[in-house]
Structures are given as structure tokens and as C-alpha cells.
Nanobody, 118 residues
Framework: EVQLVESGGGLVQAGGSLRLSCVVS????????IGWFRQAPGKERERVSCICESEDTIDYADSVKGRFTISRDNARNTVYLQMNSLKPEDTAVYYC???????????WGQGTQVTVSS
């Protein structure tokens, strides 16, 4: 069974930091692009960052460049999203995603709430 389990969300003041974690199990971890998405109330889900094929192809949304950092620990099958200088507009449910361009398999975690107060 494929599972993506996020953790690390919470309430933080503007300017603060959080680190999200996504533990991936049940799939060939290295064969998937792993990304973080977010969805704010009334808005569409957007991609925040991904390790799209390898650590040579890391991508960030313009809105988070310079503030967020994605990384992975292969030994722990875990992907992290370090979020610094948080803004109220970063408030959203953050989701972890694993996608295979080869098989078109697409898996999602349950999401973790991030709330940034002004």
C-alpha cells in the first residue's frame, strides 16, 4: 500500500519558520517525482516545490523562491519542506505528492495545515 504521510504543520507568526516532512512508503521512491502542493480556501491547488526527477531538477513557485527549501533523505524515504520568512498568504493545507511520469501513477498525502498569522 502506498502511503504519503505529512507532518509539521501548525500555527506560526509572520516571519517564522516551519519544516514539513513527508514520509513515503510502498513505492519505488527514486522513480517518482516528489513535490509539495498547497491549497488555500477558495483557491486552486498549486505546486509549491518539487524534486522533479532528481536533485538536479528542483523547482519552486515564484512566490516561495528564496524562502522555501525542498530536500530529501533517501535513507528515511522522507522529503522535507523548510519554510522560512512565512507570510499570511502562505496559509494553506500543504500536500505531499508522488508522481511517476512513466506509469502515470499519482499519489497524495492527507495534507497538513499551515496557518500564518499577521
Amino acid at each position: 500500500e502506498v502511503q504519503l504521510v505529512e507532518s509539521g504543520g501548525g500555527l506560526v507568526q509572520a516571519g517564522g519558520s516551519l519544516r514539513l516532512s513527508c514520509v513515503v512508503s510502498g513505492l519505488a521512491y527514486d522513480n517518482y517525482a516528489i513535490g509539495w502542493f498547497r491549497q488555500a480556501p477558495g483557491k486552486e491547488r498549486e505546486r509549491v516545490s518539487c524534486i522533479c526527477e532528481s536533485e538536479d531538477t528542483i523547482d519552486y513557485a515564484d512566490s516561495v523562491k528564496g524562502r522555501f527549501t525542498i530536500s530529501r533523505d533517501n535513507a528515511r524515504n522522507t522529503v522535507y519542506l523548510q519554510m522560512n520568512s512565512l507570510k499570511p498568504e502562505d496559509t494553506a493545507v500543504y500536500y505531499c505528492n508522488a508522481y511517476s511520469d512513466f506509469s502515470r501513477d499519482d499519489y497524495w498525502g492527507q495534507g497538513t495545515q499551515v496557518t500564518v498569522s499577521s
